[in-house]
């Protein structure tokens, strides 16, 4: 709808939809001004114009000082975006605030930022530090009421001059858990916040890690030869002499190949001083507990008898006391795949420490969205997710993410997707106020020629994560800077809402690729969701609104995961009709399997099974293998999923450079061209 909100006799055209609710005793605080502008059919809101912005580097400040610079950045940029913090260096601090063209200035204490916008804030909402997710129900607040949000230590220090800001709700004692608060929150302000957006954020994250922490330990085990299949399980013998010194010894277990997702996997543990037993115990018992110094993102796995496992770049630590004087301290250990074991008698920083962070929290607050954070595979709160989503229309986005890992993502994207919401893994963007008031540029991909035909092996680089919004702000930044991107042809999966929330960031990437740089949508179109669990009464109109997106960005090319019961599984005959009918594309990529193949589908669609691989050996063995099997009389084409947290353009450059002249690199667009034509089919749908 069209509200005219009148602040000083300037009168400013916004078009909301959010419903304000403001209390009788909120009425008599300033009225907020805001000139964001979501018109009905649009995905996300636009923001005014960038003009100059103040910065304030807060990368290295506390927690409770993050969750306080963010929210005033959502209350500030709600009437005109002008703070920008510094949260990341992963890209370059500076990158993308020097790629928007504007003029700012950099403050050497983020205070003088609170001194200067303190006239436009309301006041303050103290959260409780006893309960973590009282931040994401004082992030709502602050939304309401045009409010920061502080810790107890930080509100009396905005209480005083020369801030002397008020206290609008004091959070401590109020809730006694998550369900409590989430509760609360549901039956009191959900009335009050917009409906066109949900915001999932954990409340708090873990504290910045020393960069030396593995410094620390000594690798007294680690695995060579890269098992994948716990062909290499067995129990381990070991001598954790070198940890001794101290009172404590730390036994650290992380990923030897992090690069591909085996990582260590511990069934059981016993400890041994001077052959007497101090310590034994499965991973996921009580027994674990006690011993458990740090588990960082590890996760625990009922099968295989109930164990602990660490990919990637993750990690667990056990802390054990040995009797003073401890002469041989031993550790026998059930385990298999890529284990990399260390000790230690230094005493390491823990993740187990949180603090609450910024990120996201501006764009919360400025739309007056609700924050929650709800377990799906938590029976109760699984209930109460689901009843926030019935309560949302179909094509409603889920910004952030959701809490234990892969199995959080396949659950939470299934539930998202069987009430007709699409997912923007957004909980770890910054400046999402500040990057929705850019525009797009129009510019789209460049038109590259579709090789001959021939009886060659086609092969297509897809980078993964597209569905990712803070993806497209750091970690393809990272890999689109590699001095080798534009030597192979690469799809680069991104988000065509990037048009609305972030037309700089499109900008950059369609304005400096290359020909051999492709722009395609992530899972599974505009929005990650998963079509088979998507209400098909909503489908076909949802696909269709979110196209003009795909057109606009020209990412007409979607790749598609479809999951159910977190299973990989084809398309269903309706929901493919519907992507033949609406997304009128020369071909789709589909899950992220351990095999590839191309189906056409419906006779119309070509549907390409995307293989992942996580390094250049692994993209060597599918390749050699995919040759050994053909017989050279007719194209075959393989489509191989790199994995964006461990592969870059120069390891793409490297795989290719390692094949001989059968293979033909190409982007998505000249695949699917070139499979229409050894199909029979139309070259265009």
């Known amino acids: 709808m069209l509200r005219k909100l009148t602040v000083i006799g300037l009168v400013i055209v916004c078009t909301l939809s959010m419903s304000l609710g403001a209390s009788a005793a909120d009425s008599k605080d300033k009225t907020q001004a805001s000139t964001i502008s979501w018109p009905e059919k649009q995905a996300l809101p636009n923001f005014s114009k960038v003009k100059h912005l103040d910065v304030a580097d807060i990368y290295d400040a506390p927690g409770d000082i993050k969750l306080l610079m963010a929210t005033l950045q959502g209350i500030v940029n709600r009437a005109e975006p002008?703070?920008?913090?510094l949260e990341s260096k992963e890209e370059g601090k500076f990158a993308w605030l020097n790629d928007l063209d504007v003029t700012y200035k950099v403050r050497d204490d983020?205070?003088?930022?609170?001194?200067?916008?303190?006239?436009?804030?309301?006041?303050?909402?103290?959260y409780d530090p006893k309960i973590p997710d009282s931040v994401n129900v004082a992030t709502t607040l602050a939304g309401l009421k045009s409010a920061v949000v502080a810790s107890p230590e930080l509100a009396k220090k905005l209480q005083a001059a020369p801030y002397s800001l008020k206290v609008l709700d004091d959070l401590q004692g109020k809730f006694k858990d998550r369900m409590d608060a989430y509760t609360w929150q549901y039956e009191n302000l959900w009335s009050q916040t917009t409906h066109r957006m949900l915001v999932g954020l954990s409340p708090d994250t873990s504290i910045r890690l020393p960069d030396n922490q593995a410094d620390l330990f000594k690798v007294i085990a680690e695995d060579t030869t890269q098992e994948r299949d716990a062909n290499n399980r067995k129990v381990y013998e070991l001598?954790?002499?070198?940890?001794?010194?101290?009172?404590?010894?730390?036994?650290?277990?992380?990923?030897?190949?992090?690069q591909d997702g085996w990582g260590t996997a511990v069934h059981e543990v016993t400890i041994?001083?001077?052959g007497k037993t101090i310590a034994t115990f499965i991973p996921g018992t009580p027994e674990e507990e006690s011993f458990l110094y740090d588990r960082q993102d590890s996760q625990l796995s009922a099968g295989s008898g109930g164990h602990r496992f660490a990919d990637n770049n993750r990690y667990f630590i056990y802390k054990f006391t040995p009797p003073a004087g401890t002469k041989q301290l031993t550790a026998s250990i059930e385990m298999w795949n890529q284990y990399k074991v260390s000790v230690s008698s230094a005493q390491p920083v823990s993740s187990e420490k949180k603090e609450p962070y910024g990120y996201l929290r501006d764009y919360a607050v400025a739309n007056k969205a609700m924050v929650f954070w709800l377990d799906s595979n938590v029976p109760e709160q699984k209930a109460l997710f689901q009843k926030i989503l019935s309560d949302v229309k179909p094509g409603t986005p889920y910004l952030g993410w959701f809490s234990n890992d892969v199995d959080g993502e396949f659950s939470g994207v299934e539930i998202t997707s069987s009430y007709g919401v699409y997912v923007l893994a957004a909980d770890w963007f910054s400046n999402l106020t500040v990057f929705s008031g850019t525009k797009s540029s129009g510019a789209k991909a460049k038109a590259a020629k579709t090789p001959k035909l021939e009886n060659k092996i086609y092969v297509t680089y897809t980078f993964s994560e597209g569905d990712n919004f803070q993806y497209n702000q750091h970690r393809m930044r990272v890999l689109w800077d590699d001095p080798s991107r534009g030597q192979v042809p690469i799809n680069w999966t991104s988000s065509p809402l990037l048009y609305d929330g972030a037309p700089a960031m499109l900008n950059y990437y369609q304005e400096t690729a290359t020909n051999n740089d492709l722009l395609i949508a992530g899972p599974s179109g505009a929005g990650y969701f998963y079509p088979n669990a998507w209400p098909i009464g909503s489908f076909s109109d949802f696909l269709k609104q979110t196209y003009s997106y795909m057109e606009k960005t020209g990412m007409t090319i979607p790749y598609v995961l479809n999951r159910i019961n977190s299973e990989n599984v084809p398309l269903s005959d309706a929901h493919a009709a519907a992507y033949i009918k609406e997304y009128k594309a020369q071909g789709l990529f589909l899950s992220w399997e351990n095999h590839h193949g191309v189906e056409i589908v419906g006779g119309k669609l070509p549907v390409s099974t995307i293989n992942g691989i996580s390094t250049v050996q692994d993209g060597q063995k599918v390749l050699a293998d995919a040759k050994a099997k053909w017989d050279g009389k007719s194209p075959l084409f393989v489509s191989l999923g790199l994995l964006a947290w461990s592969l870059t353009p120069s390891d793409v450059a490297e795989l290719q450079a390692s094949l001989g002249s059968d293979?033909?690199?190409?982007?998505?667009?000249?695949?699917?061209?070139?499979i229409r034509s050894a199909n029979g089919l139309p070259a265009k749908p």
């Open 239 to 258: 001598d954790l002499n070198a940890g001794l010194g101290k009172p404590d010894v730390y036994l650290r277990f992380e990923d030897a190949f992090p």
């Open 110 to 126: 983020y205070w003088q930022i609170v001194q200067t916008y303190k006239k436009e804030i309301n006041g303050i909402i103290i």
């Open 82 to 85: 002008r703070i920008y913090l």
């Open 272 to 274: 041994k001083a001077d």
């Open 663 to 674: 293979y033909v690199p190409v982007r998505a667009d000249q695949y699917f061209s070139l």
